[in-house]
């Protein structure tokens, strides 16, 4: 979802504590890429939430709190 | 190095008794001996700490520099003994706002109650103190400022106008100097005056005429006043006075500034100061000067405590991480404590969900970069500054070839601390100035808040290793709050502050075993 499909598997393989080129690429997209504009989708609801300057905008409206 | 206690405390032995003698003479505490031929040059530095946390900085002190302190009953200050070419990692102490190197400590000072008589007590001790190596001391410091000060000017961008001014305020002190020691010099070529006796008189005179001081009484427990002397005329110099070893004729500027507080002195801070002041103008020949002055002479008394030193720091330390101030930024030292208090673990998850300009993730992330910060606030005003004052870390951390920077691990979020985008028992730490109800919210809103934070803040925390540590001055309510939550929240240790004049409680909080309720799927 961030521009790095190809890379990263949708799930954590079983043994993925060794495999260390899999834990580079996470440690990449976690800590290393910022999104600066995009969104953050909730995986149950699919509610999307704006993000904005890098900063995230996760309030809720009144009818969803 | 412990010194020892002074015998008056524990009765007063009579005539041959080796130690300090209590009679009328005031007893000086041991003093650390000067420098012999060859020894290396240490000092006793005395820090100022946010009052409640002299314990964390005393930690501080012994897991960064190895020297053991000691907590002086004048609350919020703490001294250790380091070797004086550790004044580097002093000054990167976090939780500290201000140093001074001391002089001398007299931990019971005898007063004489007569007015005239215990001013002129302080007037004749200052030829009496061992100032050689606390001079060494500040001129090593010196060196360092100046150091320091070349690289700020480096690293600094523009955003940051808060520093910059400072360092043209250095700046300017510095030529204002030069010119000053100028026209000293063709003072003396013009002649000298008659020896300085007589001169100072007049020259104190003038001082208390002009009433440029501030008149602040004080004669209760609690208070504390800063006073500093100002000279009338300037005091005539002899050429190569100046106390720099290095044969240069420079005429220092200086200042006393006195802390008073105790109820049985019969003089106040401003008369102390000025006393104590005239002494040391006749002593070294230096220059009185309020606002440029280059060595800040420090005399705290505190009831029979008094210290004499010397300031380290100008600009307090505390405000160092922020240049983007919101209406209640936390000092950086104060957050600090409160980090330090939870203990952080490397990998640990460290939340503030009310963060306001960001103060205490900033703090956490350089201190301990080995855990994850999340901070997050529902007011956009305080999402923007806190993330501008991540900028500025930032560029303050840029790699000066490339433009990238070492991340910080970081992230800040926009959020409603009642529903927090985070999973039930996933965060270890969650550090937290909550809001008074004074200056943000309301004591009313904080009846319904407080108990939906700690609810909340209950969930996303990892149960039986979890904790807490949040500040408010609210006791009232958060006490309230807290009872009806014994399941999810145990108390532990509360340490009393002063933020901002207010009287205020961090408390630290571990959260028990019990696992939180899962929430309605919303998340």
Same mark, same amino acid.
């Given at each position: 979802k961030l521009g790095h499909p190809s890379e990263l598997p949708p799930e954590p393989a079983? &043994?993925y504590e060794g495999d260390e080129p899999f834990l580079r690429r996470v440690h990449h997209v976690l800590l290393e890429v910022e999104v600066l504009e995009g969104v953050l989708q909730?995986p &149950?609801?699919?509610?999307?939430f704006p993000i904005s300057r890098g900063i995230p905008n996760m ?7 | ?8 405390? *524990? ?58 302190? #000691? ?9 250790? =003994? ?8 002093? /000054? ?14 007299? %931990? ?9 008589? *215990?001013?002129?007590?302080?007037? !004749? ?30 690293n600094?961008q ?12 250095? =700046?300017?002190?510095? !030529? ?26 007049? $020259? ?36 190569? !006075? ?6 240069? *004729?420079? @005429? ?10 105790? !109820?049985? /002195?019969?003089? $106040?801070?401003? =008369? ?10 006749? /002593? ?17 008394? /505190? ?15 505390? #405000?160092?991480n ?22 952080p673990?490397p990998t640990d998850i460290i939340v503030d969900?009310?963060c306001? $300009?960001g103060?205490?993730p900033i703090e956490g992330a350089t201190e301990w970069p080995s855990c994850y910060h999340i901070a997050g ?6 999402v923007?500054?806190a993330a501008n004052n991540i900028c500025s870390l930032l560029k303050k951390n840029e790699n000066k070839e490339s433009s990238t920077s070492l991340g910080i691990p970081l992230d800040i979020i926009q ?6 985008p985070l999973r $039930?028992?996933s965060v270890d ?13 309301? %004591? ?22 979890? +904790?807490? @540590? ?40 571990? #959260?028990?075993?019990? #696992?939180? =309720?899962?929430? +309605?799927?919303?998340?």
């Open positions: 079983p &043994d909730c &149950d609801s699919g509610r999307q309030l809720l409206s009144e009818e969803e709190a | 190095m412990a010194e020892a206690e002074a015998a008056g405390d *524990a009765g007063v032995a009579p005539a041959p008794a080796p130690a300090p003698a209590p009679a009328p003479a005031p007893a000086p505490a041991p003093a650390p001996a000067p420098a012999e031929q060859g020894a290396e040059l240490a000092a006793v530095i005395g820090a100022t700490v946010p009052t409640g946390f002299e314990l964390t900085a005393a930690a501080e002190v012994q897991e960064k520099l190895g020297s053991a302190s #000691r907590i002086s009953r004048d609350r919020g200050k703490i001294y250790f =003994e380091v070797p004086a070419r550790g004044l580097p990692q002093v /000054h990167r102490l976090r939780s500290v706002d201000n140093l001074f190197v001391v002089v001398q400590e007299f %931990k019971d000072y005898q007063f004489k109650e007569n007015k005239e008589d *215990a001013l002129k007590d302080l007037e !004749d001790l200052v030829k009496k103190l061992p100032w050689t190596d606390p001079l060494k001391v500040w001129e090593l410091n010196n060196s360092l400022k100046k150091k320091k000060t070349k690289r700020k000017k480096h600094l523009s955003t940051a106008s808060k520093e910059k001014l400072n360092d043209n305020g250095e =700046e300017e002190g510095t !030529d204002q100097k030069d010119a000053s020691e100028q026209e000293d010099c063709a003072q003396n070529a013009a002649g000298v005056e008659p020896a300085s006796g007589q001169d100072t008189e007049k $020259t104190q005179g003038v001082a208390s005429r002009n009433g440029e001081e501030e008149e602040e009484e004080e004669d209760n427990e609690q208070s504390d006043a800063k006073d500093e002397l100002q000279a009338g005329s300037g005091s005539e110099t002899k050429a190569g !006075d100046g106390k720099t070893s290095d044969g240069e *004729a420079k @005429v220092l500027k200086f200042r006393v500034t006195c802390n008073r507080a105790g !109820d049985k /002195h019969s003089f $106040t801070s401003n =008369e102390a100061a000025r006393y104590f002041g005239g002494a040391v103008q006749e /002593h070294f020949q230096w220059k009185a000067d309020m606002t440029n002055f280059d060595v800040e002479v420090l005399l705290n008394i /505190h009831n029979n405590e008094v210290v004499v030193g010397i300031a380290l720091t100008e600009e307090s330390l505390h #405000r160092r922020i240049t983007h101030f919101g209406p209640t930024t936390l000092r950086s030292t104060l957050a600090y404590g409160m980090l330090r208090l939870c203990d673990q969900p009310m306001g $300009t103060a205490i606030d529902n007011n956009p005003q305080a923007k500054r959020w409603d601390i009642c529903n927090l $039930t028992g730490i969650i550090v937290t100035d909550m809001p008074f109800g004074k200056r943000i919210g309301s %004591k009313k809103k904080n009846w319904d808040l407080y108990p939906a934070c700690l609810m909340e803040m209950g969930r996303i925390c990892t149960p039986g290793t979890g +904790r807490a @540590v949040l500040l408010t001055q609210d006791k009232k309510c958060f006490a309230k709050a807290l009872s009806r939550m014994g399941h999810i929240w145990r108390k532990g240790q509360t340490v009393w502050v002063n933020v901002g004049g207010l009287h205020a409680a961090v408390y630290l909080l571990k #959260r028990t075993w019990e #696992r939180a =309720e899962e929430k +309605r799927s919303f998340w």
